[in-house]
Structures are given as C-alpha cells and as structure tokens.
C-alpha cells in the first residue's frame, strides 16, 4: 500500500543539527508561534519573510528538502481546492467570467493567502516532526502541559497515549498489509465496484485489525502494569530536557522575524 | 523465596460455569534456582505465572514473593519490583519508542534518579548484547531481539525472580537458542531465578527442576532426567519426551543398552560411542 508511506507527519530525520539538538519545548513553542502569526499576516512581504526563515530551518537541519516538501503531496488537492473556492466565491472587481463563475480580483488574493498559508502550516509541522524524534517532541508536549495539571488536564496520560500510539503505528501498518495480502490471497477484490462496494470490501481487513489491537491493547496493559507503571505520578524522566543559550537565541530570532514580518 | 500456599484459582467466578484452573498448588522456588513449567495447552501454566507477580489473586490459599502476600496491596508494587515478566508475544511488550527507553520505562516507574537510571539502562544494555541497537526503533527488530529488550527491561529493574512465559514461542530457532543462552548466562552469573514456561520439550531438559502441570495442578516435580524418565505418564498428560530421550526409547526396546532418560545429546553420542 503505497499510500501509507508518503505520509511525514511523524517520521524522524536523524541528522546532527543545531535544529535537532533544540529543545523540543521551543521547538514547539516557535511552531505554535509560527501557525498563529501566519494566519495574522496579511501582506506578501510578510509571507516572503515567513518563507525565507522556514526554508532556512529545514536548511540548518540537514533535512533534504524533499521529506519536507512530500508531507506536502497528500494535501495538494485541499489547497488546490480551498484556492478554487476562493477565486470564484469572493466579490470584487471581477477580472475573468467563465459561464456563471466570476473570478475577482480579492477571490486571487484571498484564495493565494490561503494557500500559501495552508501551505506554511503544513511546512512548519513537518519541520517539526522531521527533526523532533517522537519521545523528544512528547516530553516536550507533556512538559509544556504539565503547568496545566491544575486545571485537571491529563498531561502525563495524553504523553503516554502518544508514545503508545507512536510506537504502534508501524506495527499496526504491518499487520493491515499482512491482512490485507491474506484476503487477497483468499480472493478479496479491493480495486473494482463502486464506491460502495469498495467501502464494504475493506470491511474484512478493518475486522481483523480492530481485533488485534484490542487483543494487543490488553496484552500491553498486562506488560505495563508488570513493569510497574501505576500512572504519572512519582515517575522520573529517562530523558532530561535542557533549555541552553542556542535555544535562547533561536527564540529571540523567530520572535524578531514573527514581528517584522507583521508590520 | 517464592511460595505457593494451596493456591486455587478460578475463572469465571460467580457465573454458572466456573472453570478451575488451579487447584491445590503448593510450590517453592528458591532464590538462584533454574526451573522449567511445562504442561499441555490449558494446563494452568500461565495462571500460575501471572499469580508470581500478583496479577492475579487466588481464589483461596496465598503467594509469597520474599515474605510478601500477593494479596497485599502495600506490597503489590515490591513483587512486581523483584519480578520481572516476560510474555509471549514480543511486540505486545514493548512501550517506548526505542531500545533505551523501553529499557528505562520500568525504571521511570519507580522513580529512579536519572543518573543512576543511566547506569542501569548502559548495564542492562550491555548484559542483554543490545549495545548496538540501543538508539533502534522496536519495530525494526527481529522477534528474538525484542525479547532480549524486554528482558533487559526487567534487569534494569534489578529483579530476583525473571519470570518468562513461553518467550520463544513466536521466534525462530536462531532467536529461540539466542535466549535460553542469555537466560542460562543470567543465573549463572548474576544468581538471578530463573522460572521458564515452556510447551518445548527440549528446551525445558536444559533446566535444573522441572514442573509438570496438568488440569492446574502439579502432577511431577523433579529433574528432567527423572520427568523424562517418565515418557508414558508424560504421554497421557499430552506432551512428548525429547527427540533423543525418544531415540533413546526406541534404541532400548530394540535390544540396545541403553538407558531411556537421555536428555542430551551429548549422553547419546557418548553411549553410541561403546559401540564402535
């Protein structure tokens, strides 16, 4: 199944870069930053500005542009999308008449903001998960919740699901091939019908694999709990999180870019 | 010390059809031992493993781990400290998205230092061989190198007692030999207890005492010279002698001497020798 491996989101680049050596708090942080601002911004100057920097991290990590720019791919048709719903539903000085639609001016404008912004957002997660490893970027996500803990939010629970989650993806994907190449093999037909007809067939692999992760789930459980795991509290952490000058600065840096490129 | 005090255990409980699937154990397993279980699919095996660390209570009668009840709940999280488990399936076991991690999962939960968790997950590291795959993902690891993760897990933890039920079930014969090696090593060298579940038979010879289990109770004990000896009791409760104690078997009954408890093969090629 060629389309589960072109997605990024979640695929660790390992290189040795100042970008991967960041704490992954600021990372994450800057990243939040980023995503807000560029739905603030609203001149192409700005939007230059943001480019410049972003392609300038995924230079700094080392990371071939190409990882970043295939997280891209499965999106292209919402973007494509959002731009064309753009185009033809804004009003404004009208610049192009097809048959009923009128492309405007604002609608070209409005609908290229939003792709570039789409575009951005899609960027920045990437370069996140590309050069954050999965445990990093949940400690981090746990730390950054745990100031939250007075408010009753679960933050070491939501870190521990993630890891889980992490870890059982690739596990999980290879289990759905193999089902999938047993019904095949027992003369399941997933590529001809109609729509319907396709969703019923997949019905036979989604069975199995609920199946097994409910099994794997308990089995787990079992394991976590022989091993001592009794919830976060009292736990220790293997791996220590350190804010250094780097990361000091690498903040000021963004929030310098952020701001200049909103003015 | 581990102790098992008339332990019976249902399933089911309170429902019309209880299942029994312990009755009356008694048991001890001293520190430094090196013990096998075996038993027929549904013999009780895995019952008895999960009653070790508390995971399950008995129905009446008690488990001592060191002294303490099973049935505490103050000291649940001191058993399941000296006891280590290791489960069937290796990619149920694992948490952590690499090696070390997972390694250190344990040691979180108890709240160790970070330094001396270092050094535990370095030592642990090094004793299981996963030097090299300390920084690996789980899912890229062979079945029997995953097994080697978990029970460095449990070493990190500084247990008394591994616990291992049926591990080499789901690996190949590499991966199987690779882990009875590491277990052997372990008490041997670091005196840990070494309590092994296991439906193959020539695994189960290498041990120093063998429990045989049937309908969840223990139906012999002794070494596995003495069990295998004992080829038609064995038969009856579904299981099988080893191949060679098998040849052996058959070598006798067709007028050679020699005797029917061989368990090795190095016994074999000794008494085949005599006769060239």
Redesign the interface.
């Known amino acids: 199944m060629m389309f589960f491996r072109s997605i990024t989101i979640g695929q660790y680049i390992y290189r040795n870069s100042i970008i991967h050596r960041l704490d992954p708090r600021v990372k994450i942080f800057v990243v939040i930053l980023i995503i807000t601002s560029v739905f603030l911004i609203n001149s192409w100057i700005g939007f230059f500005l943001i480019g410049l920097y972003l392609f300038t991290n995924i230079y700094l990590s080392k990371v071939h542009p190409k990882y970043v720019l295939k997280g891209i791919r499965p999106l292209i048709f919402i973007i494509a999308f959002t731009l064309l719903i753009h185009f033809f539903t804004t009003p404004g000085e009208v610049i192009y008449h097809i048959w009923i639609l009128n492309i405007t001016r604002e609608g070209i404008q409005r609908g290229l903001f939003i792709a570039v912004r789409l575009f951005y957002l899609i960027l920045s997660t990437s370069w996140l998960t590309l050069t954050t490893?999965?445990?990093a970027l949940t400690d981090g996500i746990e730390r950054i919740l745990s100031f939250l803990k007075i408010i009753r939010i679960p933050a070491h629970e939501i870190a521990m699901m993630m890891?889980?989650a992490?870890?059982f993806i690739?596990?999980l994907m290879?289990e759905t091939e193999k089902i999938i190449k047993a019904q095949m093999a027992r003369g399941a037909d997933f590529e001809s019908g109609n729509i319907v007809k396709r969703i019923q067939n997949f019905l036979p692999i989604i069975i199995p694999l609920f199946v097994s992760a409910f099994?794997?789930a308990d089995?787990?459980s079992?394991?976590?709990?022989?091993?001592?795991?009794?919830g976060g509290e009292?736990?220790?952490?293997?791996?220590?999180l350190l804010i250094t000058k780097v990361d000091y600065i690498f903040m000021i840096v963004t929030l310098l870019i952020l701001i200049l490129s909103y003015l | 010390m581990i102790k098992f005090n008339n332990v019976t255990h249902f399933y089911n409980t309170g429902q019309n059809h209880k299942i029994t699937s312990l009755s009356g154990i008694n048991m001890e397993i001293q520190e430094g031992d090196f013990v096998a279980i075996i038993g027929a699919n549904g013999s009780g095996k895995s019952t008895l493993a999960k009653h070790i660390n508390g995971f399950l209570l008995p129905g009446s009668g008690d488990v001592y781990v060191d002294g303490f009840n099973t049935k505490d709940i103050e000291s649940i999280w001191n058993i399941r400290k000296k006891v280590g488990m290791v489960f069937q399936n290796p990619d149920n076991q694992l948490i952590a998205t690499t090696v070390e991690d997972d390694i250190a999962f344990g040691l979180e939960n108890i709240g160790i230092e970070e330094e001396e968790m270092k050094r535990r997950v370095d030592w642990a590291l090094n004793i299981a061989e996963l030097n090299v795959l300390r920084t690996s993902e789980p899912h890229l690891l062979s079945g029997g190198q995953k097994q080697r993760v978990v029970i460095a897990g449990a070493l990190a933890m500084h247990t008394t007692y591994l616990v291992l039920d049926e591990p080499t079930s789901m690996l190949d014969p590499k991966g199987r030999k690779n882990i009875l090696e590491i277990i052997k090593t372990l008490n041997e060298e670091k005196g840990i207890t070494i309590i092994y579940i296991t439906q193959f038979m020539s695994e189960a010879a290498q041990f120093k005492k063998i429990f045989v289990m049937d309908k969840g109770k223990i139906v012999l004990t002794g070494s596995p010279k003495s069990v295998f000896s004992q080829a038609d009791l064995l038969m009856n409760l579904g299981l099988e002698v080893p191949q060679i104690t098998q040849l052996a078997r058959k070598l006798a009954e067709n007028g050679l001497e020699i005797p029917s408890n061989i368990i090795t093969e190095e016994e074999m090629v000794e008494y085949l020798c005599l006769y060239i």
């Open positions: 490893s999965p445990i890891t889980i992490l870890r690739p596990t290879e099994h794997r089995e787990l079992i394991a976590m709990e022989a091993r001592c795991y009794r009292g736990r220790t952490h293997y791996r220590q």
